[in-house]
């Protein structure tokens, strides 16, 4: 095991993570990823478990440092991302706490993430949609190998979206392999 690689795992948050994830939607650098201040009706959704939808708490040896939300954008019942094609999944995640970020947590989410969406063979890619002006998120997603495919705008927010293509996932995956 490599002692520099953060010990993160993923767990289903339930509604007894209410209150902390209020707590970082309340935080400016979350505020900044969504100044919209989208209500995500925790209290609500927490209580439902929807096939389509995963909500995740990840924890790093047993501390809640982050949230990831997995969907299919077909299924997903506001039909958010429009006409879609089957076989794709997406993506939301943050870092809860300003001073979890920087220290390779979301990385290591991400990795996660991607593995589990593509655990399951049908799926082809993984979208996310970054706000136009989140210069840093761009960069990360970028930097795991996010190709860009659209400039869109989602209600009242300009993003772009990015995919991940199954091919080049399990590429990179066999190269980080090979290269341990």
Same mark, same amino acid.
């Given at each position: ?11 289903? &948050?339930?509604? #007894? ?30 209580? +439902? ?19 990831? #939300? ?19 999944? &997406? ?33 082809? &890619? ?10 840093? &998120?761009? +960069? ?22 990015? #995919? ?17």
């Amino acid at each position: 095991m490599n002692p520099n690689k953060p010990t993160v795992q993923f767990r289903f &948050a339930t509604p #007894q993570d209410l209150a902390l994830l209020r707590h970082w939607d309340e935080q400016p650098h979350i505020l900044h990823s969504d100044p919209n201040e989208d209500d995500w009706n925790w209290a609500e959704e927490l209580a +439902r478990t929807p096939e389509w939808r995963e909500f995740l708490v990840a924890e790093l040896d047993g501390r809640p440092i982050g949230f990831v #939300q997995i969907i299919d954008p077909l299924l997903e019942d506001t039909h958010y991302w429009g006409e879609v094609p089957a076989n794709l999944r &997406a993506i939301d995640i943050w870092i809860g706490e300003a001073e979890d970020l920087g220290k390779g947590y979301g990385t290591e989410m991400m990795s996660q993430a991607l593995d589990r969406c593509f655990s399951h063979p049908e799926v082809t &890619a993984v979208l996310i949609d970054p706000l136009a002006y989140n210069t840093a &998120a761009i +960069r990360f997603y970028e930097r795991m190998g996010f190709e860009f495919v659209e400039a869109r705008t989602f209600d009242e927010d300009d993003c772009l979206v990015y #995919q991940m293509r199954r091919e080049f996932w399990v590429q990179k995956r066999e190269f980080d392999q090979s290269s341990k």
